[in-house]
């Protein structure tokens, strides 16, 4: 057992305070400041607090205690720091005025290091009390002092280092130093000395993951070997530790803290450096895969002592603080490549396929017009060959189609006596009237090419040769155009940028996990990939086919096709193209409003109720440039469809559809001459049957059939392609061109009273379809034509009043027809300069009865 030394008389100090406090009482001013008397406490209470200092002074172990037992009471701080000062100042006074390290009575009352850390700790907290003067200097003191103490444990730590004695030494003087100030010397000692730093199987090369990886790409899977070693060593580490240092979390996070900078930097940055002079894909693909793998690292260690969901957060904001240092150095070059590459890959991937375009257009132009490259000379001189054709003597020119010497089309040329089939199939007899003289362009199948002048001249699919015709080569070369509408953009384009915008999203959208600045860059970055994906493919790809296809309508021109190519076609071919280009529109609209919502609106990458945020800004933007695109194309689309109206009605409608025979007419004017009776009544009256037998078909004409059918096949066609709006726009605007073309084609026509049935049932037709479009606008347009065909049925030279009652009830047409249109289209009568005079006379009469 150690001898006890007595330190001090805490009697004597007690007289001695007692003293000083009577000299300041007597002296009422000390140092320019009035002192204030100070009651001393009654005798019992000085008796009690005397015996609780000996006691304290008796037992050394409360002194160890003496500040954690003080209480905090309002009322008696002066009472409870007097018990710590009376127990600590002897030992703090007596260790500042110490010569030595041995001189300290600290060392020589507790003799264990346990105990002396803990007193030493003690006085550390009680220094900060220490205000008078040279307290600065007595403070450095006492922090030296604890200096050698702290060096002469830390030998003792490293002793138990070198031998491994985990349970022993090591544990031992880690809670020393533990006690004495929280233990930070022995930390990095460990830390410093640590084996696992020098450890060949964890100190991988990095350059293995681009040595075993083809050209241009690198290979993830020794990296994850590197991480899973690492790993693991790190793991039984963290068991070690745990038995060691009496807080181990905090040795524990700065030995992984250690780890990421020594081992894991080491690990990444060359690689980095080397993949970024190499190939930008592979450092993409390094810095993103890494980053995970690291994630993951820092995520999977086992963190020592008490698990929980606290100690789970700790770990997830550790693990993201870590892999932030890992990778600060690299974000910024990282997120700005990610974005250059996509960029570049994306213009490259549509250039890539408007150079296809542009090529292919050159190479089948070049083909057809391959055949008129060695006539520029001609075509310079074209008024010499001109002229050399006019003054070609007529009787080089064929004979075989009209008067001898005459060309077939010639003014003077006597009427053809052959059969003409028209396109509805029918035959039809000579025509008696002249038939209508709008010129005809060829097409590519009208001309018979003959045999190619030059050898090696390239054929079209399906042994179709070049044209040598001029005009012929034209007019296929705008075919092949048209046909191409549907292929100015593609859908494969369009998925093939959505892949790459989700690589890059994929491999940036990693990053946003690191929240704060750095998250929020990167997440910048995702919505900008986003936004340049839109302006490369709606801008540079989607709007410029839309304007070629626009272009390539306008110039449409029904009349440069054969009658043979309309009836072997359904509809008007540029528009059936166009609505297919409309269609992949659609399907691109669509895959990337699924882009958008599983991309960036559900890992909140993007805020789809944020009216500013900028992807869904680029968004609404792509899709009103579609829109506007695709209703730029449907009006030149509905141009060309009512192009396609018009020349059917002017090809295919016969002069007797609407005006029968007139032979027949002529048979019943004699029989009315004969018999002094009129027999055009029963015509009308009896309306199942013509005069002399003839059976009447009441139904429609096949030209309106074929207008019908055309035109509706056209509008099913956007069903389920365009949204409802858009449709409801398209249906109005084609009904009412479609009204437009029908009342400017029976301005051309002669309708007789038994060709009114007919017309009748054409109008019917026209009704019946438009009402099947549910467009509550344009029955009135249709209904008051069917009522305006009413007028050519009826029989004017008996009926002439009911007629001009007719034609002057505006209320009847809806407002649709003006009693002076209605006339206008009265005109047009097969009888009405015979029935003009009666009609004239009883709209006069009406006008008369009003007025």
Same mark, same amino acid.
């Given at each position: 057992?150690?001898?006890?030394?007595?330190?001090f008389d805490a009697t004597v100090e007690e007289e001695r305070r007692k003293q000083r406090e009577l000299a300041a009482e007597v002296q009422g001013v000390r140092?320019?400041?009035?002192?204030?008397?100070?009651?001393?406490?009654?005798?019992?209470?000085?008796?009690?607090?005397?015996?609780?200092?000996?006691?304290?002074?008796?037992?050394?172990?409360?002194?160890?205690?003496? *500040?954690?037992?003080?209480?905090?009471?309002?009322?008696?701080?002066? =009472?409870?720091?007097?018990? *710590?000062?009376?127990?600590?100042?002897?030992?703090?006074?007596?260790?500042?005025?110490?010569?030595?390290?041995?001189?300290?009575?600290?060392?020589?009352?507790?003799?264990?290091?346990?105990?002396?850390?803990?007193?030493?700790?003690?006085?550390?907290?009680?220094?900060?009390?220490?205000?008078?003067?040279?307290?600065?200097?007595?403070?450095?003191?006492?922090?030296?002092?604890?200096?050698?103490?702290?060096?002469?444990?830390?030998?003792?730590?490293?002793?138990?280092?070198?031998?491994?004695?985990?349970?022993?030494?090591?544990?031992?003087?880690?809670?020393?130093?533990?006690?004495?100030?929280?233990?930070?010397?022995?930390?990095?000692?460990?830390?410093?000395?640590?084996?696992?730093?020098?450890?060949?199987?964890?100190?991988?090369?990095? +350059?293995?993951?681009?040595?075993?990886?083809?050209?241009?790409?690198?290979?993830?899977?020794?990296?994850?070997?590197?991480?899973?070693?690492?790993?693991?060593?790190?793991?039984?580490?963290?068991?070690?530790?745990?038995?060691?240092?009496?807080?181990?979390?905090?040795?524990?996070?700065?030995?992984?803290?250690?780890?990421?900078?020594?081992?894991?930097?080491?690990?990444?940055?060359?690689?980095?450096?080397?993949?970024?002079?190499?190939?930008?894909?592979?450092?993409?693909?390094?810095?993103?895969?890494?980053?995970?793998?690291?994630? =993951?690292?820092?995520?999977?260690?086992?963190?020592?002592?008490?698990?929980?969901?606290?100690?789970?957060?700790?770990?997830?904001?550790?693990?993201?603080?870590?892999?932030?240092?890992?990778?600060?150095?690299?974000?910024?070059?990282?997120? =700005?490549?990610?974005?250059?590459?996509?960029?570049?890959?994306?213009?490259?991937?549509?250039?890539?396929?408007?150079?296809?375009?542009?090529?292919?257009?050159?190479?089948?132009?070049?083909?057809?017009?391959?055949?008129?490259?060695?006539?520029?000379?001609?075509?310079?001189?074209?008024?010499?060959?001109?002229?050399?054709?006019?003054?070609?003597?007529?009787?080089?020119?064929?004979?075989?189609?009209?008067?001898?010497?005459?060309?077939?089309?010639?003014?003077?040329?006597?009427?053809?006596?052959?059969?003409?089939?028209?396109?509805?199939?029918?035959?039809?007899?000579?025509?008696?009237?002249?038939?209508?003289?709008?010129? =005809?362009?060829?097409?590519?199948?009208?001309?018979?090419?003959?045999?190619?002048?030059?050898?090696?001249?390239?054929?079209?699919?399906?042994?179709?040769?070049?044209?040598?015709?001029?005009?012929?080569? @034209?007019?296929?070369?705008?075919?092949?155009?048209?046909?191409g509408i549907k292929s100015l953009f593609s859908i494969e384009v369009a998925l093939n940028l959505v892949h790459n915008a989700k690589a890059s999203l994929g491999?940036?959208?990693?990053?946003?996990?690191?929240?704060?600045?750095?998250?929020?860059?990167?997440?910048?970055?995702?919505?900008? *990939?986003?936004?340049?994906?839109?302006?490369?493919?709606?801008?540079?790809?989607?709007?410029?086919?839309?304007?070629?296809?626009?272009?390539?309508?306008?110039?449409?021109?029904?009349?440069?096709?054969?009658?043979?190519?309309?009836?072997?076609?359904?509809?008007?071919?540029?528009?059936?193209?166009?609505?297919?280009?409309?269609?992949?529109?659609?399907?691109?609209?669509?895959?990337?409003?699924?882009?958008?919502?599983?991309?960036?609106?559900?890992? @909140?990458?993007?805020?789809?109720?944020?009216?500013?945020?900028?992807?869904?800004?680029?968004?609404?933007?792509?899709?009103?440039?579609?829109?506007?695109?695709?209703?730029?194309?449907?009006?030149?689309?509905?141009?060309?469809?009512?192009?396609?109206?018009?020349?059917?009605?002017?090809?295919?409608?016969?002069?007797?559809?609407?005006?029968?025979?007139?032979?027949?007419?002529?048979?019943?004017?004699?029989?009315?001459?004969?018999?002094?009776?009129?027999?055009?009544?029963?015509?009308?009256?009896?309306?199942?049957?013509?005069?002399?037998?003839?059976?009447?078909?009441?139904?429609?004409?096949?030209?309106?059939?074929? *207008?019908?059918?055309?035109?509706?096949?056209?509008?099913?066609?956007?069903?389920?392609?365009?949204? @409802?709006?858009?449709?409801?726009?398209?249906?109005?605007?084609?009904?009412?061109?479609?009204?437009?073309?029908?009342?400017?084609?029976?301005?051309?026509?002669?309708?007789?009273?038994?060709?009114?049935?007919?017309?009748?049932?054409?109008?019917?037709?026209?009704?019946?379809?438009?009402?099947?479009?549910?467009?509550?606008?344009?029955?009135?347009?249709?209904?008051?034509?069917?009522?305006?065909?009413?007028?050519?049925?009826?029989?004017?030279?008996?009926?002439?009043?009911?007629?001009?009652?007719? +034609?002057?009830?505006?209320?009847?047409?809806?407002?649709?027809?003006?009693?002076?249109?209605?006339?206008?289209?009265?005109?047009?009568?097969?009888?009405?300069?015979?029935?003009?005079?009666?009609?004239?006379?009883?709209?006069?009469?009406?006008?008369?009865?009003?007025?």
């Amino acid at each position: 057992m150690p001898v006890s030394t007595t330190l001090f008389d805490a009697t004597v100090e007690e007289e001695r305070r007692k003293q000083r406090e009577l000299a300041a009482e007597v002296q009422g001013v000390r140092d320019g400041f009035e002192t204030i008397t100070v009651t001393a406490p009654p005798p019992e209470q000085q008796q009690v607090q005397k015996q609780q200092q000996q006691n304290l002074y008796s037992d050394p172990e409360a002194l160890l205690k003496i *500040i954690d037992n003080a209480k905090s009471v309002r009322g008696h701080a002066r =009472q409870e720091y007097g018990k *710590i000062y009376g127990a600590l100042a002897p030992f703090y006074f007596d260790l500042v005025q110490a010569k030595s390290h041995t001189d300290p009575i600290v060392f020589k009352v507790f003799r264990d290091p346990e105990r002396q850390a803990t007193m030493l700790s003690q006085l550390a907290r009680f220094a900060k009390s220490d205000w008078a003067q040279g307290w600065q200097r007595r403070e450095e003191k006492l922090a030296g002092m604890s200096h050698i103490f702290e060096s002469a444990v830390l030998r003792e730590f490293e002793q138990g280092y070198e031998f491994w004695d985990v349970d022993g030494r090591m544990k031992k003087y880690a809670h020393v130093m533990h006690m004495l100030n929280g233990g930070t010397a022995g930390v990095e000692l460990f830390i410093q000395k640590h084996p696992l730093f020098s450890d060949k199987e964890v100190l991988a090369n990095s +350059m293995d993951c681009i040595n075993q990886a083809p050209a241009d790409s690198i290979a993830l899977e020794p990296s994850r070997q590197f991480f899973d070693v690492l790993q693991r060593k790190i793991n039984e580490q963290a068991g070690i530790m745990e038995r060691i240092f009496p807080n181990p979390k905090p040795a524990f996070w700065a030995f992984v803290d250690k780890v990421r900078e020594d081992i894991i930097m080491e690990y990444a940055t060359p690689l980095f450096d080397e993949t970024h002079e190499r190939s930008i894909p592979s450092y993409l693909k390094a810095v993103s895969g890494l980053f995970e793998q690291t994630l =993951q690292f820092f995520r999977a260690l086992t963190l020592p002592g008490v698990k929980g969901i606290a100690s789970g957060k700790e770990q997830e904001t550790k693990a993201k603080e870590f892999a932030l240092k890992v990778f600060e150095p690299h974000l910024d070059l990282y997120l =700005q490549d990610e974005l250059d590459y996509f960029t570049k890959q994306a213009e490259q991937e549509v250039g890539e396929w408007e150079k296809k375009l542009s090529e292919q257009d050159a190479s089948v132009e070049s083909f057809y017009m391959a055949n008129f490259n060695h006539r520029q000379a001609d075509k310079k001189d074209f008024l010499t060959s001109f002229k050399k054709v006019v003054m070609m003597p007529v009787t080089v020119l064929p004979t075989s189609l009209g008067l001898p010497g005459l060309p077939l089309g010639s003014p003077f040329a006597a009427k053809s006596t052959t059969t003409t089939t028209p396109a509805n199939g029918s035959t039809l007899q000579p025509a008696t009237t002249p038939q209508p003289s709008r010129p =005809q362009s060829p097409g590519i199948a009208a001309v018979a090419p003959p045999t190619a002048e030059r050898s090696g001249t390239p054929t079209l699919p399906g042994d179709k040769e070049a044209p040598t015709d001029e005009l012929a080569a @034209k007019a296929a070369l705008m075919t092949s155009r048209l046909e191409g509408i549907k292929s100015l953009f593609s859908i494969e384009v369009a998925l093939n940028l959505v892949h790459n915008a989700k690589a890059s999203l994929g491999r940036m959208a990693v990053f946003i996990q690191l929240g704060g600045q750095a998250g929020g860059e990167a997440r910048e970055q995702c919505e900008t *990939i986003f936004v340049v994906l839109l302006r490369i493919l709606g801008n540079k790809h989607v709007k410029p086919g839309f304007d070629k296809a626009v272009a390539h309508l306008s110039q449409y021109n029904p009349r440069e096709v054969t009658a043979t190519a309309h009836s072997e076609k359904s509809g008007v071919a540029p528009l059936v193209t166009f609505i297919e280009l409309v269609n992949v529109g659609d399907l691109i609209s669509q895959m990337i409003d699924v882009f958008y919502e599983q991309q960036l609106a559900a890992p @909140k990458i993007a805020d789809r109720n944020d009216f500013l945020d900028p992807a869904g800004l680029a968004k609404k933007k792509f899709e009103q440039m579609l829109d506007e695109s695709v209703a730029a194309g449907l009006n030149k689309g509905i141009d060309a469809l009512m192009d396609e109206v018009e020349y059917i009605f002017a090809t295919t409608q016969l002069p007797t559809d609407y005006n029968p025979n007139t032979d027949s007419q002529i048979t019943m004017s004699e029989k009315e001459g004969a018999d002094g009776n009129d027999n055009r009544g029963s015509v009308v009256n009896n309306r199942g049957s013509l005069a002399f037998g003839l059976e009447l078909d009441i139904g429609p004409t096949q030209t309106a059939q074929r *207008i019908r059918d055309l035109v509706a096949s056209h509008t099913s066609m956007l069903v389920g392609s365009t949204d @409802k709006s858009m449709l409801d726009v398209f249906n109005g605007e084609v009904g009412l061109r479609l009204f437009a073309a029908v009342c400017k084609h029976l301005k051309r026509q002669r309708v007789s009273t038994e060709g009114a049935i007919k017309l009748i049932a054409d109008m019917n037709l026209f009704f019946e379809y438009v009402r099947t479009l549910k467009n509550q606008d344009l029955l009135p347009y249709f209904r008051a034509l069917r009522e305006l065909s009413q007028i050519y049925l009826i029989d004017a030279r008996h009926h002439a009043k009911d007629m001009a009652t007719i +034609m002057a009830d505006g209320d009847r047409f809806a407002g649709i027809f003006r009693a002076e249109e209605v006339y206008e289209y009265a005109e047009r009568r097969a009888d009405w300069y015979q029935v003009r005079k009666d009609v004239e006379r009883a709209m006069y009469g009406l006008e008369c009865c009003v007025m």
